[in-house]
Nanobody
Protein backbone atom coordinates (compact mmCIF):
# COMPACT_ATOMS: atom_id res chain seq x y z
CA UNK A 1 0.00 0.00 0.00
CA UNK A 2 1.40 3.37 -1.02
CA UNK A 3 1.27 6.10 1.59
CA UNK A 4 2.69 9.58 1.92
CA UNK A 5 3.00 10.82 5.49
CA UNK A 6 3.86 14.44 6.24
CA UNK A 7 5.30 15.81 9.46
CA UNK A 8 6.86 18.99 10.77
CA UNK A 9 4.09 21.55 10.54
CA UNK A 10 3.31 23.99 13.29
CA UNK A 11 3.09 27.59 14.39
CA UNK A 12 5.98 29.97 13.77
CA UNK A 13 6.49 33.72 13.82
CA UNK A 14 7.11 35.68 10.67
CA UNK A 15 10.76 35.47 9.68
CA UNK A 16 11.14 32.08 11.28
CA UNK A 17 11.84 28.66 9.79
CA UNK A 18 10.21 25.25 9.64
CA UNK A 19 11.20 21.98 8.06
CA UNK A 20 8.58 19.65 6.65
CA UNK A 21 9.25 16.01 5.95
CA UNK A 22 7.36 13.43 3.93
CA UNK A 23 7.89 9.70 4.12
CA UNK A 24 6.80 7.63 1.13
CA UNK A 25 6.06 4.03 1.94
CA UNK A 26 5.41 1.27 -0.52
CA UNK A 27 6.99 2.81 -3.60
CA UNK A 28 9.94 4.84 -4.83
CA UNK A 29 8.61 7.65 -6.97
CA UNK A 30 10.22 9.43 -9.88
CA UNK A 31 9.01 12.85 -8.75
CA UNK A 32 8.08 14.10 -5.31
CA UNK A 33 6.69 17.51 -4.56
CA UNK A 34 5.07 19.88 -2.11
CA UNK A 35 1.85 21.78 -2.68
CA UNK A 36 -0.10 24.03 -0.33
CA UNK A 37 -3.61 25.33 0.13
CA UNK A 38 -4.12 28.54 2.03
CA UNK A 39 -7.39 29.68 3.62
CA UNK A 40 -9.93 30.39 0.89
CA UNK A 41 -7.40 29.63 -1.83
CA UNK A 42 -6.89 26.89 -4.37
CA UNK A 43 -4.14 24.36 -3.88
CA UNK A 44 -0.91 25.54 -5.51
CA UNK A 45 2.44 24.08 -6.49
CA UNK A 46 5.41 24.91 -4.25
CA UNK A 47 8.38 22.76 -5.21
CA UNK A 48 9.30 19.44 -6.78
CA UNK A 49 12.36 17.24 -7.15
CA UNK A 50 13.22 14.36 -9.42
CA UNK A 51 14.54 11.02 -8.25
CA UNK A 52 18.06 11.94 -9.35
CA UNK A 53 17.73 15.16 -7.27
CA UNK A 54 19.28 17.00 -10.20
CA UNK A 55 16.02 18.58 -11.33
CA UNK A 56 14.07 20.87 -9.03
CA UNK A 57 11.31 23.39 -9.64
CA UNK A 58 10.05 26.14 -7.36
CA UNK A 59 7.09 28.47 -7.42
CA UNK A 60 8.16 32.09 -7.80
CA UNK A 61 6.56 32.90 -4.45
CA UNK A 62 9.02 30.70 -2.55
CA UNK A 63 12.22 30.90 -4.62
CA UNK A 64 15.18 31.83 -2.47
CA UNK A 65 13.28 31.06 0.75
CA UNK A 66 12.32 27.39 0.45
CA UNK A 67 14.52 24.44 -0.46
CA UNK A 68 13.39 20.95 -1.40
CA UNK A 69 15.63 17.95 -0.83
CA UNK A 70 15.31 14.22 -1.11
CA UNK A 71 16.87 11.16 0.50
CA UNK A 72 16.26 8.15 -1.73
CA UNK A 73 17.73 5.74 0.80
CA UNK A 74 15.10 6.78 3.33
CA UNK A 75 12.46 7.53 0.68
CA UNK A 76 11.80 10.93 2.13
CA UNK A 77 11.43 14.44 0.75
CA UNK A 78 11.93 17.51 2.91
CA UNK A 79 10.97 21.14 2.52
CA UNK A 80 13.11 23.65 4.38
CA UNK A 81 11.16 26.87 4.75
CA UNK A 82 13.00 30.02 5.77
CA UNK A 83 11.98 33.66 6.09
CA UNK A 84 8.39 32.60 6.52
CA UNK A 85 5.63 35.12 5.90
CA UNK A 86 2.02 35.19 7.10
CA UNK A 87 0.95 34.49 3.51
CA UNK A 88 2.77 31.15 3.72
CA UNK A 89 0.08 29.99 6.13
CA UNK A 90 -1.53 26.93 4.57
CA UNK A 91 -1.97 23.21 4.70
CA UNK A 92 1.08 21.71 3.02
CA UNK A 93 0.71 18.51 1.04
CA UNK A 94 3.29 16.02 -0.11
CA UNK A 95 2.61 14.53 -3.54
CA UNK A 96 4.28 12.04 -5.86
CA UNK A 97 4.09 10.47 -9.29
CA UNK A 98 6.09 8.45 -11.79
CA UNK A 99 5.26 10.17 -15.05
CA UNK A 100 4.33 13.66 -16.15
CA UNK A 101 4.89 17.27 -15.27
CA UNK A 102 7.00 18.27 -12.29
CA UNK A 103 4.68 21.18 -11.41
CA UNK A 104 1.18 20.34 -12.65
CA UNK A 105 -1.22 19.02 -10.01
CA UNK A 106 -2.89 16.83 -12.61
CA UNK A 107 0.27 14.72 -12.92
CA UNK A 108 0.34 13.75 -9.26
CA UNK A 109 -1.33 10.46 -8.38
CA UNK A 110 -0.50 10.17 -4.70
CA UNK A 111 -1.13 12.69 -1.96
CA UNK A 112 -0.54 12.90 1.75
CA UNK A 113 -3.09 14.07 4.29
CA UNK A 114 -1.44 17.45 4.74
CA UNK A 115 0.22 19.27 7.60
CA UNK A 116 -0.77 22.72 8.87
CA UNK A 117 1.73 25.56 8.81
CA UNK A 118 0.69 28.79 10.49
CA UNK A 119 2.85 31.90 10.34
CA UNK A 120 1.95 34.66 12.77
CA UNK A 121 2.73 38.30 12.12
Amino acid sequence: QVRLIESGGGLVQAGGSLRLSCLASGHIFYVMAWFRQGPGKEREFIASISRSTITTYYADSVKGRFAISRDNAKNTVDLQMNSLKPEDTAVYYCAAHNEGSLYSQDSYDYWGQGTQVTVSS
